[in-house]
């Protein structure tokens, strides 16, 4: 964990910079690379009718994790998308509760 889930890119884009997103996740927040995923999710946003297709989402599940860091990768991520020309970013933080989370 954390679990990152991206939307409003090609499928193809999101495996070629999964790497660098775990990278950003594991040296900001101090997490083991290998406990960190990245999901594909081809969600899309509709809007007055039209798919609205310059906008990212981006969803990050982790434990919960206090505000500097949600504010801390969410800066690296925003850095990271502008490089490549993004300009709408979405970024969501979602805490897992613990108490509703199990593996085998």
């Known amino acids: 964990m954390p679990y990152i889930t991206i939307s409003g890119m090609s499928k193809e884009k999101v495996c070629e910079i999964g790497e660098d997103l775990i990278n950003i996740v594991s040296e900001e927040a101090q997490v083991a690379k290998e406990k960190i995923r990245v999901f594909y999710d081809p969600k899309l946003e509709v809007s007055e009718g039209k798919i609205v297709d310059d906008k990212i989402l981006i969803d990050i599940e982790w434990m919960p994790r206090p505000v500097q860091l949600r504010e801390k990768v969410a800066n690296k991520f925003f850095e ?7 300009k709408n970013i979405k970024i969501y933080f979602q805490d897992i509760n613990k108490d509703y989370y199990y593996m085998k």
């Open 80 to 86: 990271y998308f502008e490089k490549f020309n993004y």
